[in-house]
C-alpha cells in the first residue's frame, strides 16, 4: 500500500479504458499516453495493470509495504528519501521510504505503476477514472492506495521514451467528410496549440469548412472537428461520442499520445494512408507485447 501526501493537480486511476460503450454515450477514457504507460508495465513484467496517472508532477506518497514500482513519462525525476533519480525505470521501495514525483519539465503526465498493478476500483469493466463523466473519483490526498499482488524485482531501465519536438507532426487519414474542406491548405497550414485537456487538444489556425454544421453522427478518439471558428478539434480519451462539426479526418492514435504530452510550439499534419496507418498500430501494440524481453537488469 502507498498513502498519498501529496495528489497534484489531478491523479487518477487509469488503464486502457472501457471499450463498446459509446452507443450509451460513455467515452472510452483510459491513459491519455499508452506509450509510456505500456513501457512503464513492461519493465515491470506486467501488462496492462492499472495505474496511477499524475498530471504535471508534483505526487508525493508514502510506502506503506515493500515493492517493485515504475514511473515513466517523456521526462522527469523521482526523489526517494531525498535521492533524486530519472524515470523511465523500476524502483525498488521499501517501507518507511517517502517519494517524491517531482513537477515535470517536459511533457504532461507521467505513469506509476506497481509491480502487480493496483488494486483500484473499476466501473463498466474498467478502472479508468472518468472526470468528465464522474465515473469513479480522482485520487485526494490522504488516500491509501492498495496494490494487488505486489513483488520485489531486480532494477530494471529503458533508454526509450516518447519523444515530442517544437514541432509535432500528426499523420491524418482522410475522411468522408474531407470535400468539405481544402485539403492542400490543410496540410499546407501550421497550426498552433491552444490548450488539451483529457476531452481534447483545441489549435489555432484558421482552416474553415464550406458547410460549418452537419447532422450530429459518433466520432472517435483521434477525430479532427472543425467548426465555423476555423480551430480544429482533435479528441482525445475523454471525448464526447457524438458531435455535429464536421470532420476533415482522423489523427493516427499512435501520434494522439505524442499530442497529449506536446506542451506547445507547431503543430503540422501529414496525409496517411488507411493500410499505412492500420500496420502503424499494429506494429505499435505488437512491439510492446515482446518489449519485456530486452530490457537491461541491473542486479543491487
Known sequence: MIKVIKSGFLSTFQDMGRAGLTDIGLSHSGVMDEFSY?????????????????????????????FSAAVCGIDGFVEINGKKEKINRTFKLKKGDLVKILPLKKGNFVYLCAKGGFDAPKKYGSCSVSVREK????????DVLKLKNPEVIPHRYSKLSLQTDKT??????????????????????????????????VLEGGIKPEKSDIISEGISFGSIQIPSSGNPIILLKEHQTIGGYPKIGNVLPVDCFKLSQFRGGEIKFKEIDLETAKKEVID????????????????H
Open 284 to 299: 505499435f501494440y505488437s512491439f510492446f507485447k515482446k518489449l519485456y524481453f530486452t530490457f537491461y537488469e541491473m542486479y
Open 135 to 142: 465515473i469513479l473519483s480522482p485520487i485526494k490526498d490522504g
Open 168 to 201: 509535432l507532426e500528426l499523420r491524418v487519414i482522410f475522411g468522408h467528410q474531407q470535400e468539405l474542406f481544402n485539403k492542400n491548405e490543410f496540410l499546407n497550414r501550421t497550426f498552433t496549440l491552444k490548450s488539451i485537456n483529457r476531452q481534447g487538444a
Open 38 to 66: 505500456l513501457l512503464a508495465n513492461a519493465l515491470l513484467g506486467d501488462r496492462e495493470k492499472p495505474c496511477v496517472e499524475i498530471t504535471f508532477g508534483n505526487f508525493e506518497f508514502e510506502v506503506m509495504r515493500d
